[in-house]
């Protein structure tokens, strides 16, 4: 889809659909939505009063052959009240506007901001609404008969001030949507098409391409480095286990300045392992590589936004399968750390391949790090797939700046208390740390305690992403399935160095 800025009398755009927001105040038509009333001899002013649009978030009123306009069309999006409008619903009601007319098969949109509303960060908004509104997930079905495709979207600013300040926001908006629909496409790849080696390949094609440093670690380099927590996941199937790591280097690094670990698990299939999952709604878990992903993603937009802090992206892959050589409940394994794990539950595999992730990242100099995963179930029940859940470390500068900078991009996140005594129910009986909680609840605080004794002292922040990494329903403007959920977040604060 290509997006531009245009700064034309809206009247003059041709188009198969014009599109303008209207806020949900006693005053409808007023400014923008006045001139286009004007133009179409008051239509619709006798819309609102008849109360056909309200300007409820997201209301969609379409009117065909509107008088005045070159448009074919005029889509009306319901915005909701002026003051609780933000880029965060700007954002989704560009998505929202072009599903909604893209179903309808048009192909060019033009979308007007309303008065005063372009600038960098609306035009970003609008470009990455629109981006990840434009993305399907039905890259398997071979009916594409009823394939509707957007040609192009026109942003619709006051003057040449105006549009000049959108320009950089909408290459910006591009960037990041891009990576995100990167990440969604791998997510929304099932498990025989995404193997771990085949993610690695793919991880390592996207860096070579975007200029980024990669180093696969395959099963004998894992096996070297002794990451026995992880090797404990991968040797219950067939398929070999590699570790990602793709490295973003400043042009001119800062001396002492910190290095960011961005730390993803990818487990692209999660049967459970012997501890194993009912078969209903286990072919869900093909998206348990999330977080992997959403890292993987993450790079490739700053190489493009070039940051000034050195990243260091370690995302750990392998399937957790129950095979006649998987590990079994009560098992010890010897994590990379030194560290002894009990597994009493072969299920909460996530943890501990991050274990080793975690650890070996911290070997390579990362000084501050996010690790992303699809780690809970109990993180579905207490945030359903609204909040991310996001727990932190003894740095909570660290996890402040974390949540500041998802706030910053409208991606809702919780802090999840850590205190102490959750950290009691890991204590292993047989081995220095066992990997489920011994049967006392909170069980995403005791999985994100697990990970946190293997990040130490160096100030980490563990996302859960389980709820909010998949969308069982289709949004108004987001496809069913993945969500590239923490894209933006990791961006942003990467960026804010
Ligand atoms: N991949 C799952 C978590 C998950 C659940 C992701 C639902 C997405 C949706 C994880 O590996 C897992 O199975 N966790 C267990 C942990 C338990 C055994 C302590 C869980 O949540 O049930
Ligand atoms: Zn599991
Ligand atoms: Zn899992």
């Not at 035009?123 to 071979?142: I, S």
């Not at 219950?236 to 570790?243: K, N």
């Not at 998206?287 to 260091?312: E, S």
């Not at 399937?319 to 299920?347: C, W, Y």
């Amino acid at each position: 889809m290509q997006i531009t800025l245009d700064t034309k009398p809206f009247a003059a755009l041709e188009a198969d659909a014009l599109v303008s927001y209207v806020f949900e105040d006693s005053e409808l038509v007023q400014g923008r939505i006045a001139e286009i009333d004007q133009a179409a001899n008051g239509l619709l002013t006798k819309l609102a009063k008849s109360g056909e649009f309200s300007g409820k978030p997201l209301e969609m009123t379409l009117i065909h052959a509107p008088a005045g306009l070159k448009a074919t069309r005029l889509l009306l999006v319901g915005a909701g009240k002026k003051d609780k409008f933000d880029v965060a619903s700007l954002r989704k009601t560009a998505g929202a506007s072009l599903r909604y007319l893209k179903s309808r098969s048009a192909k060019q949109i033009a979308f007007l901001v309303r008065e005063g509303d372009l600038n960098d960060s609306t035009a970003q908004a609008v470009a990455e609404g629109a981006l990840t509104a434009d993305l399907e997930t039905d890259k398997y079905k071979t009916d594409k008969k009823n394939d509707k495709t957007i040609e192009s979207l026109v942003i619709v600013g006051y003057g040449d001030a105006e549009r000049a300040a959108g320009e950089k926001g909408l290459a910006r908006g591009r960037t990041i949507a891009e990576a995100q629909n990167f990440t969604r496409e791998l997510v929304n790849e099932p498990s025989n098409k995404l193997t771990p080696m085949i993610l690695a390949d793919k991880a390592a094609a996207m860096a070579k391409q975007a200029g980024l440093a990669v180093d696969i670690l395959d099963e004998k380099k894992i096996a070297d480095l002794k990451m026995g927590a992880l090797l404990s996941v991968s040797q219950g199937g067939p398929e070999p286990p590699r570790v990602i790591v793709i490295t973003y280097t400043p042009a001119s690094p800062k001396p002492g300045a910190p290095v960011l670990g961005f730390i993803g698990k990818a487990v692209t299939f999660d049967t459970g392992g012997i501890s194993i999952k009912p078969a209903d709604g286990m072919e869900k878990m093909k998206y348990d590589m999330a977080g992997g992903a959403t890292m993987i993603g993450v790079m490739r937009a700053l190489a493009a936004l070039k940051p000034n802090v050195k990243v260091i992206c370690v995302v750990p892959s392998t399937e957790n399968m129950p095979g006649g050589t998987a590990q079994k409940p009560g098992d010890i394994q010897t994590a990379m750390s030194g560290k002894t794990i009990e597994v009493l539950n072969t299920d909460a595999e996530g943890r501990l391949i991050l274990a080793d992730a975690v650890h070996y990242a911290k070997q390579l100099g990362v000084t501050h790090m996010v690790d992303a995963a699809t780690l809970t179930g109990a993180i579905v029940v207490a945030l359903a797939n609204i909040n991310v859940g996001v727990f932190g470390g003894a740095d909570q500068a660290w996890t402040d700046k974390v949540l500041a900078s998802a706030k910053a991009v409208g991606e809702k996140m919780w802090q999840m208390p850590m205190d102490d005594e959750y950290r009691e129910f890991i204590k292993g009986s047989f081995a220095d740390i066992q990997n489920i909680g011994s049967g006392k609840g909170g069980g995403s605080i005791t999985g994100a305690w697990f990970i946190r004794e293997f990040a130490g002292d160096t100030p980490w922040v563990h996302l859960d992403i389980a709820g909010t990494a998949w969308n069982d329903d289709a949004k108004p403007w987001l496809a069913k399935g993945p969500t590239g959920v923490a894209v933006r977040t990791l961006v942003n604060l990467a960026m804010s160095y």
